[in-house]
């Protein structure tokens, strides 16, 4: 199985956003995923650093790593190439509002021809697992470590503890509860991260507004890796989902 991606961000988008990469992805013999990956940010030069780390960059964000992810990944990808299909990429019919996306692949039972290049039929299907992939890669690669989230219910009946850890690179979530003094560990199906990231971060959370300790009082407090604490007593949805975890 063989997945190649070149991928260049749309004309209308500015620095310092605007970037490319390029994705090679193919199964091994041991059952494994082997990733080539390299993404380049462009047109910075005439930003100022604020220009950049205002918008939540760094000054290198250029990266590339080779290396392997194990068998989750490799199922996931197979069954990309196994529904995604091609149409014939028309590079002079793009617009400035249209990103540039070149895909190539081959399943492992294909009849030996090369793979011709094309772009999906439906590119938002085919890039969410991407961008997951691109992810894992780069917590693999030691750019960015697991997504962390850590919730505290202070009140008269009781205190709760949550703490997830959700790694992308292994595709697992790992969940410890809190509750009268009882921890217990489970796992959580990688499905339903989504859905509950899309809950948590459908707010914005001013670090000004953070705390570096959560309060000792009631209410409900969340942490999203930072070590900052937010008060979300206000935001009925979030705590509500984080209680029936």
């Known amino acids: 199985m063989l997945l190649k991606i070149r991928f260049q961000s749309a004309g209308m988008i500015p620095p310092p956003f605007t970037h490319y990469y390029t994705l090679e992805a193919k199964s091994t013999a041991a059952n494994a995923l082997h990733i080539d990956f390299s993404i380049t940010y462009t047109d910075r030069e005439e930003l100022d650093e604020e220009d950049i780390t205002g918008e939540g960059f760094t000054l290198n964000d250029n990266f590339s790593w080779a290396g392997t ?8 990808v197979e069954n990309l190439v196994e529904k995604t299909r091609l149409k014939p990429l028309r590079e ?19 009849n030996g021809k090369p793979p011709q290049p094309g772009t999906p039929t439906d590119a938002d299907a085919f890039l969410y697992p991407v961008q997951e992939l691109i ?61 509950l ?36 007593s206000p935001l009925t949805e979030v705590y509500q989902a984080l209680e029936k975890i």
Request: charged share 25%; proline share 5%; glycine share 8%.
């Open 69 to 76: 992810l194990g068998r989750a990944w490799l199922l996931v």
């Open 197 to 232: 990231m899309a809950n948590v971060f459908a707010y914005d959370y001013n670090p000004e507004d953070g705390l570096a300790k959560p309060p000792k009082r009631d209410g409900h407090f969340l942490s999203i890796g930072t070590g900052v604490w937010f008060d979300i």
């Open 92 to 110: 002079d019919e793009l617009s400035e509002k249209d990103d540039f996306l070149e895909v190539t692949m081959a399943t492992t039972g294909s």
């Open 135 to 195: 992810q894992a890669i780069y917590e693999a690669g030691g750019k960015e470590k697991p997504f962390e989230l850590s919730y505290l219910s202070y009140a008269q009946t009781g205190d709760r503890e949550l703490h997830i850890q959700a790694s992308f690179a292994n595709r697992d979530v790992q969940v410890i509860t809190v509750q009268n003094r009882q921890e217990k560990r489970k796992t959580m199906p990688w499905e339903a991260l989504n859905p």
